[in-house]
C-alpha cells in the first residue's frame, strides 16, 4: 500500500484507480455527490471537484485499505480464516420455492434470502442489480419481494449497484440490504469504518450484505462485439460458468453458446486481475455456486454458503426454521476446495500486484503488514 486515504478526493480517485484501470466499477464513489455518474459499466466525470478529502477516494475499493482493522470491526475473531474470512457456519442449501429457483442463476438461495429479509421486516429495501438495454446492468433498489425475484441471474458485467446504495441511503429507506459482489462488499466495509464520521453517508442504514462469490467481471465495451458476432443481444437470457469446461456459457431464448476462454481472458477487467477475494468476505452471508462431485445440470439448482455474522446466522436460522431454504449434507472435502481455490485468487492476484509495482512493498491498495498477506508472502 504506497497511500492513506487522508488528503485526497476525485483528482486523486481519477489518476490512482480510474486512469491507471483498477477501477472495479463497484459504484462505491457514485451518488455521493452530483460530479460524477455511472454511465454502460464505468464512472464517468460530470464536474470536476477539488475537495482535498474525499468520501469517493475513502470508500473506493481500490485505495488504501486496512483489511485487518475491516475484520476486527465486523468479525468474531474466532470465525477468521485465511482462505475465505469469516466462517461461522457452511451449508449447501437451496431455495425451497421452485419457482424461485426457476428465475435464478443456481439455487436461488440469494433472492430467497433478500426476499425474506423484506418479508420480515429485517430490511424496507433490498439493493440488486438488473439489465438493462444493450445488456447494460445496473443497480436499483426495490422494496418488494417479488421484485427482487424478477431480477436474480448473474451477468458477468459490473453493475455499480454500491451508486444505487448510496441513492437509497438518501432516501425515506430506513433498513436497507444489499447484494454486492466482492469489492462491492468492501466499499460497503469501507463505509462502514466511518473514516468522516460528520459525513458518513447514512451508512447506519446498511442492515444486511448478501455477498455473491466472484471470479471476474467483463469489460461491457469488449464484450458486447464479441457477443453480437455469436447472437442478438436481445435474445439473451443468462450466462454461467460451468465448472472444469474452460467456457463462459450464454444462454439465448434458443438454446447455449459456448465461448472458449481464450476468447473471454481478454475481456476481463484489469481491476479484477488484483482482486484477493473469491467470497465477499466482508458480506453477512456469502453464496456461489455448489461445486460438489456430480454432474453440473444437478450442481447448478444448489449454492454454497458462507454465513459470517450474527446477522448472516439470524437470517438463515429463520430461513432454516420458515423452510424457505432446503439443505443437503456437505462433503467434508468441499470447504477445502473452496479455501484453495480462494487462496489461489489471493496469491494470482498478489503477483499480479507486484509485477505492476515492482515491489512486495507496494501492493496498491492493500498493506504488505496485513495478516493475511504476511501468511501468503511469508
Ligand atoms: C460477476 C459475477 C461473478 C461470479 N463468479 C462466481 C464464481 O467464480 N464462482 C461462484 O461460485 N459463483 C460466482 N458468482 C455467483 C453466482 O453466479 C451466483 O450469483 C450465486 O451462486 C448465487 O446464486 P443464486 O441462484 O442464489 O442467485 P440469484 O437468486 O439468481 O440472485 C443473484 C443476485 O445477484 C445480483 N447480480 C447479478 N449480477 C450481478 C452483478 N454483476 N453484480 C452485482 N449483483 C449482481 C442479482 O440482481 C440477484 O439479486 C458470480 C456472480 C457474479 C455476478
Ligand atoms: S472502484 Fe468503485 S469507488 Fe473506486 S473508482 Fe471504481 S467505481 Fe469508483
Ligand atoms: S473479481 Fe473482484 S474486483 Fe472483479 S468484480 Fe469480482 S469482486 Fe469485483
Known amino acids: 500500500m504506497s497511500d492513506t486515504i487522508q488528503g485526497h478526493g476525485q483528482a486523486a480517485l481519477r489518476t490512482r484507480v480510474r486512469e491507471t484501470?483498477?477501477?472495479?466499477?463497484?459504484?462505491?464513489?457514485?451518488?455521493?455527490?452530483?460530479?460524477?455518474?455511472?454511465?454502460?459499466?464505468?464512472?464517468?466525470?460530470?464536474?470536476?471537484?477539488?475537495?482535498?478529502?474525499?468520501?469517493?477516494?475513502?470508500f473506493c475499493p481500490r485505495t488504501a485499505t486496512d483489511l485487518d482493522s475491516l475484520r476486527a470491526r465486523l468479525f468474531d475473531p474466532q470465525d477468521l480464516?485465511?482462505?475465505?474470512?469469516?466462517?461461522?457456519?457452511?451449508?449447501?442449501?437451496r431455495a425451497a420455492d421452485e419457482k424461485i429457483r426457476r428465475q435464478a442463476q443456481h439455487g436461488g438461495t440469494v433472492s430467497a434470502l433478500m426476499s425474506l429479509a423484506l418479508e420480515e421486516g429485517i430490511i424496507d429495501t433490498a439493493v440488486v442489480a438488473q439489465g438493462g438495454d444493450r445488456f447494460t446492468h445496473q443497480g436499483v433498489a426495490v422494496g418488494e419481494a417479488a421484485e427482487v425475484r424478477k431480477r436474480g441471474k448473474s451477468k458477468f458485467i459490473a453493475a455499480g449497484t454500491i451508486?444505487?446504495?448510496?441513492?437509497?441511503?438518501?432516501?425515506?429507506?430506513?433498513?436497507?440490504?444489499?447484494?454486492?459482489t466482492p469489492c462491492q462488499a468492501l466499499a460497503l466495509a469501507k463505509m462502514r469504518m466511518k473514516p468522516f464520521p460528520e459525513k458518513d453517508n447514512n451508512i447506519d442504514k446498511l442492515k444486511l450484505v448478501v455477498g455473491?462469490?466472484?471470479?471476474?467481471?467483463?469489460?461491457?465495451?469488449?464484450?458486447?462485439?464479441?457477443?453480437?458476432?455469436r447472437t442478438n443481444l436481445e435474445e439473451i437470457v443468462g450466462m454461467?460458468?460451468?465448472?472444469?469446461?474452460?467456457?463462459?456459457?450464454?444462454?439465448?431464448?434458443?438454446?447455449?453458446?459456448?465461448?472458449?476462454?481464450?476468447?473471454?481472458?481478454?475481456?476481463?477487467?484489469?481491476g479484477c486481475r488484483i482482486c484477493l477475494d473469491t467470497t465477499a468476505e466482508f458480506a453477512d452471508i456469502s453464496v456461489g455456486s455448489a461445486r460438489l462431485p456430480e454432474d453440473w445440470?444437478?450442481?447448478?439448482?444448489?449454492?454454497?454458503?458462507?454465513?459470517?455474522?450474527?446477522?448472516?446466522q439470524d437470517l438463515i436460522d429463520l430461513a432454516r426454521k420458515k423452510g424457505i431454504l432446503e439443505f443437503r449434507e456437505v462433503p467434508a472435502e468441499v470447504l477445502e476446495e473452496l479455501k484453495k481455490a480462494a487462496l489461489n485468487k489471493k496469491r494470482t492476484a498478489l503477483k499480479t500486484i507486484m509485477e505492476k509495482t515492482g515491489t512486495p512493498e507496494d501492493l496498491i491498495y492493500v498493506d504488505r503488514r496485513d495478516s493475511v498477506i504476511c501468511r501468503i508472502l511469508g
Do not use: M
Open 240 to 270: 454461467d460458468i460451468p465448472p472444469g469446461k474452460g467456457q463462459v456459457a450464454v444462454f439465448t431464448q434458443t438454446g447455449a453458446i459456448a465461448i472458449p476462454w481464450e476468447e473471454i481472458d481478454p475481456l476481463v477487467r484489469e
Open 81 to 93: 480464516t485465511p482462505e475465505i474470512g469469516a466462517v461461522k457456519d457452511y451449508s449447501i442449501c
Open 21 to 58: 484501470k483498477f477501477c472495479t466499477a463497484c459504484g462505491a464513489c457514485v451518488n455521493l455527490c452530483p460530479y460524477q455518474a455511472y454511465y454502460q459499466d464505468e464512472v464517468v466525470t460530470l464536474h470536476v471537484c477539488d475537495l482535498q478529502e474525499g468520501r469517493c477516494f475513502a
Open 297 to 312: 445440470e444437478t450442481l447448478r439448482s444448489w449454492n454454497q454458503v458462507i454465513v459470517r455474522t450474527k446477522t448472516g
Open 212 to 229: 455473491l462469490f466472484c471470479g471476474w467481471t467483463l469489460s461491457w465495451k469488449k464484450l458486447i462485439p464479441l457477443l453480437k458476432t
Open 163 to 180: 451508486a444505487a446504495f448510496n441513492r437509497a441511503a438518501q432516501s425515506d429507506s430506513q433498513k436497507i440490504g444489499v447484494v454486492a
